[in-house]
């Protein structure tokens, strides 16, 4: 991790002791915590997916007395399935923590996933009540970009918040030779093979989800239903969205398996929500939506793998998988309001589910 402070730069590297059974399992979430005994923390997971995270966490002492810097901890890109950006022993308390939560996909594109507020230390499942937006953190928060430090952190491939999908030139993306090299070996495997041929957990995970989801069910049963509950739900009516989502229409489906919620919480609901359903071609897949404006969800696409092949909107798809574990047929596009993304999961790759798989998010994007 890398801490920069107002009047000095620290560099550490150390590990997170957030944990939790449910939070990032069956999607991603992030979320801002603070005031936890001198911890403040900015974190995401997804132990179903790996993908290079990079976490720039703000804390700044709203309530400190006059003179106390504010500083930035750096979680750098790596590529994993949880990333933290957290500090130790901070004093004064009344700290506000902004966490702004970047990825980098396996084609290339540069993600704002989310930017994620805490003042408080509230738990919940594993995760915490913390993001509660309030205009006047937010807007101090906000002028920390001013700062001469925090500009170094804001690079010209990291898109900025609220600014949408754009297209951009690949050599304008900033990467380093590890990234740059997978990055580059995935897409050429897409245009000659059409997949990228590796072990993929989450094809493991979307195939063995319905006999999992109806245990988890049944185990639940006596359980109050809690509207910060990251757990899968069997029903819409049980989940707190702050946007109005529209399930796929039942003639889409062999059958709809749940949903959970994703991305962050935020003051009486989640900014963004997963489906999980066995298509007609059979497979399990999962339908995310995620609100932009709510989160200011932002991506830089590159202009190599950018299409428009779903209803005319910014698109990118791949597959990748192998033979052991199965395949995920990935579709994600972007429209004025929301990022969706399209997930199927089959054991065998061919051409024909893959056309089927962007046919099928054509049909939910109309829906």
């Keep these: 991790m890398i ?55 703000a804390h700044l002492p709203t309530y400190a007395k006059k003179g106390t810097p504010w500083h930035i901890v750096i979680f750098p890109a790596s590529y994993t399935f949880k990333a933290s950006a957290y500090h130790y022993n901070e004093d004064p308390p009344g700290y506000t923590v902004q966490g702004k939560h970047y990825y980098i996909t396996n084609n290339g594109s540069y993600v704002l996933h989310a930017i994620t507020f ?43 918040p609220g600014t949408g999908a754009t297209v951009v030139e690949s050599n304008n993306l900033m990467s380093t030779k590890k990234q740059f090299i997978i990055v580059k070996k995935f897409n050429e495997a897409q245009n000659k093979n059409g997949y990228y041929e590796h072990e993929n957990k989450k094809a493991v995970a979307l195939l063995e989800l319905p006999e999992i989801a109806e245990k988890e069910y049944n185990d639940r049963k006596l359980i109050p239903v809690n509207k910060n509950d990251t757990h899968l739900y069997e029903t819409l009516t049980n989940l707190s969205l702050l946007f109005q989502f529209n399930s796929i229409p039942n003639d889409f489906v062999e059958k709809i398996i749940g949903y959970t919620p994703e991305n962050t919480f935020i003051d009486d609901g989640w900014t963004g929500v997963v489906e999980f359903f066995i298509p007609k071609f059979y497979g399990v897949c ?18 190599e793998v950018a299409t428009y092949v779903i209803n005319n909107k910014l698109t990118t798809y791949d597959v990748m998988g192998n033979n052991e574990t199965g395949f995920v047929y990935n579709v994600e596009w972007w429209d004025n309001k929301f990022k ?11 051409e024909e589910l893959k056309n089927s798989t962007i046919e099928l998010a054509k049909t939910i994007d109309r829906s």
């Excluded at 609100?291 to 932002?298: A, F, P």
């Excluded at 969706?340 to 061919?350: I, P």
């Design 3 to 57: 801490y920069f402070s107002k009047f000095m730069g620290i560099y550490t590297i150390s590990l997170s002791l957030m944990t939790s059974c449910y939070a990032g399992w069956y999607s991603t979430t992030s979320g801002s915590i603070a005031n936890c005994k001198g911890y403040n923390e900015s974190a995401t997971w997804n132990f179903q997916d790996y993908n290079w995270w990079l976490i720039e966490s």
């Design 118 to 160: 805490g003042n408080n230390c509230q738990s919940y499942d594993g995760w915490h009540e913390a993001n509660k937006f309030n205009t006047n953190s937010y807007n101090a928060i906000q002028s920390l970009s001013k700062q001469k430090k925090y500009n170094i952190l804001i690079k010209k491939s990291m898109p900025l």
């Design 286 to 303: 999962a339908y995310h939506q995620i609100s932009i404006e709510l989160t200011k969800m932002s991506a830089y696409i590159p202009k």
């Design 340 to 350: 969706k993304q399209l997930e199927c999961a089959n054991k065998n790759y061919s």
